[in-house]
């Protein structure tokens, strides 16, 4: 159960703590039993109190750390069911698959390549591989499906329930802190000294909910708590099941053996479908996967797939923005018209398709406006004749040599004072709503204005 502030007050020195600016340790017990700040903070905190509080502080469900550079990952380390209760913490993580009998190994390791592009901010690609032993085989053969998965830079998953072939995989990527994810009710023993010799995450699965859960306290009395769960492939409904149980058992029940990241492979629950997997792969996105994986990612699952991940785990309270600056649509150069609207993602997105379904060559120019909507900007100051002058003044004027700019039109209001501010350039309105915005460029196109 987790402690509350008095729980942890009794354990804390009673001494004025600088660390905490509060005049007493109790404001201090009282912020870190609302994780507002790390237990550690408090100079005064025993070794034997800070021991015995770190665990029992820690959030129910255990943060685990896979790969290396930039290809290390957090997952877990989650303390609500749903979004609305506060933000989510670790994203899942996206894998796809690959077997050792597979005969176009190398084709498959490009083609997880090829999913890699960024939106607002963030790198959108294949993150993991995960690598199916066959026994048919042999050793030799997963060890060289290994070596070629690392060239990849992409973290791995070693799927082998094979004690040996383990250690063979893992003498050439252990390095790499790639999952182990082998140990079942059969041989999590010596799964577990494989993979605590190696220093990497195991994964355990079980044949069914109460088998995984056996096999996962059976572990932790060995001492291994370095673990992620495999919610098995018997069929959908018990993936699904299974994967809500863990953690509704972790965060509402505060049962931490099943306080573990999970592991789903739809790409073994709808094999040969692309379609059922991608719907399952957003399923699992919400609830609750940790590591997801699927046989293959082009582009028309990841563009769906990659912005549903971005919103659900996103920070609410910080909104979601493009970076400022030029972007020529339609093979806008420095002679195409300039349309300006805020840097918030949405508006962004909506404005910019409908420019590209315009056809019209143009420069879409976006300048800090915090991440606002329109009218939200330019109520609270952030969209102004002067915000918008200076930065085209400062970072369009020398790029582009058209001098006609489209503004919003629910600003018409700053039409004047732009064109005080900007002299040489003609200010347009724009209609009110973005899906007005492509009648309108073609008009001004044909009538020659742009």
């Given amino acids: 159960m987790a402690l509350k502030g008095l729980d942890i007050f009794k354990l804390?020195?009673?001494?004025?703590?600088?660390?905490?600016?509060?005049?007493?340790?109790?404001?201090?017990?009282?912020?870190?039993?609302?994780?507002?700040?790390?237990?550690?903070?408090?100079?005064?905190?025993?070794?034997?109190?800070?021991?015995?509080?770190?665990?029992?502080?820690?959030?129910?469900?255990?943060?685990?750390?896979?790969?290396?550079?930039?290809?290390?990952?957090?997952?877990?380390?989650?303390?609500?069911?749903?979004?609305?209760?506060?933000?989510?913490?670790?994203?899942?993580?996206?894998?796809?698959?690959?077997?050792?009998?597979?005969?176009?190994?190398?084709?498959?390791?490009?083609?997880?390549?090829?999913?890699?592009?960024?939106?607002i901010g963030e790198r959108m690609h294949v993150e993991m591989l995960y690598l199916s032993y066959c026994a048919d085989k042999g050793v030799d053969a997963y060890v060289e499906l290994v070596k070629k998965a690392m060239d990849c830079g992409k973290t791995l998953v070693l799927d082998c329930t094979d004690v040996e072939a383990a250690k063979a995989a893992l003498a050439v990527c252990k390095d790499a802190k790639p999952v182990l994810d082998g140990a079942d009710a059969s041989n999590y023993e010596a799964m577990s000294?494989?993979?605590?010799?190696?220093?990497?995450?195991?994964?355990?699965?079980?044949?069914?909910?109460?088998?995984?859960?056996?096999?996962?306290?059976?572990?932790?009395?060995?001492?291994?708590?370095?673990?992620?769960?495999?919610?098995?492939?018997?069929?959908?409904?018990?993936?699904?099941?299974?994967?809500?149980?863990?953690?509704?058992a972790a965060l509402k029940d505060q049962n931490r053996t099943f306080g573990y990241p999970s592991i789903v492979n739809v790409g073994a629950l709808a094999a040969g479908d692309p379609t059922m997997q991608a719907a399952l792969v957003s399923l699992f996105t919400v609830k609750y996967g940790s590591i997801i994986v699927m046989e293959s990612m082009d582009y028309a699952q990841a563009l769906p797939l990659y912005?549903?991940?971005?919103?659900?785990?996103?920070?609410?309270?910080?909104?979601?923005?493009?970076?400022?600056?030029?972007?020529?649509?339609?093979?806008g150069d420095e002679n195409s018209v300039c349309l300006t609207t805020v840097d918030f993602a949405l508006t962004y997105f909506v404005v910019s398709g409908e420019?590209?379904?315009?056809?019209?060559?143009?420069?879409?120019?976006?300048?800090?406006?915090?991440?606002?909507?329109?009218?939200?900007?330019?109520?609270?100051?952030?969209?102004?004749?002067?915000?918008v002058s200076k930065f085209i003044q400062e970072n369009v004027e020398p790029k582009v040599k058209c001098r006609k700019l489209i503004i919003p039109g629910k600003v018409a209001v700053l039409k004047g004072d732009i064109e005080a501010k900007l002299p040489g350039w003609e200010v347009i309105v724009a209609p009110n709503e973005?899906?007005?915005?492509?009648?309108?460029?073609?008009?001004?196109?044909?009538?020659g204005e742009i």
């Avoid at 029992?56 to 469900?61: G, I, L, N």
């Avoid at 973005?434 to 009538?447: E, G, I, R």
């Fill in 355 to 387: 420019l590209e379904r315009s056809g019209v060559p143009c420069n879409l120019i976006i300048n800090d406006a915090g991440g606002l909507s329109v009218l939200t900007a330019w109520a609270a100051g952030k969209l102004s004749s002067t915000s």
């Fill in 307 to 331: 912005g549903l991940r971005q919103n659900v785990f996103t920070d609410p309270q910080k909104p979601m923005k493009v970076e400022p600056g030029i972007y020529p649509l339609n093979g």
């Fill in 12 to 119: 804390t020195p009673k001494t004025n703590c600088k660390e905490c600016g509060s005049p007493t340790c109790m404001a201090f017990a009282m912020k870190v039993a609302q994780g507002a700040v790390e237990l550690s903070k408090c100079p005064h905190m025993s070794e034997e109190a800070l021991a015995t509080l770190s665990e029992a502080t820690a959030p129910p469900m255990k943060t685990i750390k896979v790969g290396t550079g930039e290809a290390e990952y957090t997952l877990g380390g989650e303390t609500v069911l749903c979004r609305h209760e506060k933000t989510f913490v670790s994203k899942p993580r996206y894998a796809v698959s690959i077997c050792s009998a597979d005969e176009d190994i190398d084709a498959k390791l490009e083609a997880a390549k090829k999913v890699d592009y960024d939106r």
């Fill in 434 to 447: 973005a899906v007005q915005l492509v009648k309108f460029l073609k008009d001004l196109q044909a009538n």
């Fill in 193 to 248: 000294a494989v993979a605590t010799e190696a220093g990497v995450v195991l994964g355990v699965r079980g044949a069914d909910i109460n088998e995984l859960y056996d096999t996962t306290a059976a572990l932790e009395k060995l001492g291994n708590k370095n673990l992620v769960l495999n919610v098995g492939t018997a069929s959908v409904k018990d993936a699904f099941a299974t994967t809500v149980q863990i953690r509704r």
